[in-house]
């Protein structure tokens, strides 16, 4: 079955620290990925996408993430969070034209 | 315009009353989504349109009933819904049928 899981539920950080948020994929054959972002109350926002080529992402924000077919990781990372980082966010997987979602990861960002 | 507007933002409906939740998009994007978020859990598809036509149903019960009267309108029709219904209604749209636009959602309660 077509899955998607992320390592953690919950992560809290003080302000600067590094962040890397994990994500697995399960096989099926050609596979888009994104990270999306819900802020507190707010709509679903892309960070960013990768679909072929350059296994590493860069997005908005400062997010990036890299992609390793080998382990089917595509994990979320950024050098130095903000308080306004705070938020749910979401590694997803594009399997044809089922789109899913994997459980999510709340980030606190600690000012 | 490059947002996916929802109407309304909140409902409040008993399970015997007949509602709609309205989803509208001029990006010209052809393929629309209709997602369910309970709290704290990843989105989850519900119907996909492409081209004006239902191609995915993801084995959704009759008392949800899409629609899509143009290219620009998506529409979900509710009726005789429960309790356990109660959550945020998310319309997404696409151009290629992978990166999607997310609505705000509209957040339904059932009584």
């Known amino acids: 079955a077509q899955s998607v899981s992320q390592h953690n539920h919950h992560v809290i950080l003080s302000e600067a620290a590094s962040l890397e948020l994990g994500c697995n994929y399960s096989?099926?054959?050609?596979?888009?990925l994104f990270w999306y972002v819900q802020y507190p109350g707010q709509h679903l926002q892309l960070l960013l996408k990768?679909?072929?080529?350059?296994?590493l992402v860069k997005g908005i924000k400062g997010f990036e993430a890299e992609f390793i077919k080998s382990k089917f990781s595509f994990n979320l990372r950024k050098p130095s969070v903000q308080w306004s980082d705070t938020a749910e966010y979401f590694c997803?997987?594009?399997?044809?034209?089922?789109?899913?979602f994997g459980p999510g990861t709340r980030l606190s960002v600690l000012p | 315009d490059t947002e996916v507007t929802q109407t309304p933002k909140h409902l409040v409906m008993g399970m015997t009353n007949k509602k709609s939740l309205k989803c509208e998009q001029h990006?010209?994007?052809?393929?629309m989504y209709w997602y369910k978020q309970k709290a704290k859990k990843p989105p989850e598809l519900m119907f996909v349109?492409?081209?004006?036509?239902?191609?995915i149903n993801e084995s959704v019960p009759s008392r949800f009933s899409p629609e899509c009267p143009n290219s620009s309108l998506l529409n979900l029709h509710l009726h005789a819904l429960q309790p356990e219904d109660s959550a945020l209604y998310l319309c997404?749209?696409?151009?290629?049928?992978?990166?999607?636009?997310f609505g705000p959602g509209t957040r339904l309660t059932v009584l």
């Open positions: 997803a997987g594009l399997y044809g034209q089922n789109f899913v």
């Open positions: 990006m010209g994007h052809r393929a």
């Open positions: 997404a749209s696409s151009s290629t049928g992978v990166e999607q636009f």
């Open positions: 990768y679909f072929s080529g350059d296994p």
């Open positions: 096989y099926g054959g050609t596979v888009n």
């Open positions: 349109y492409s081209y004006e036509k239902l191609s």
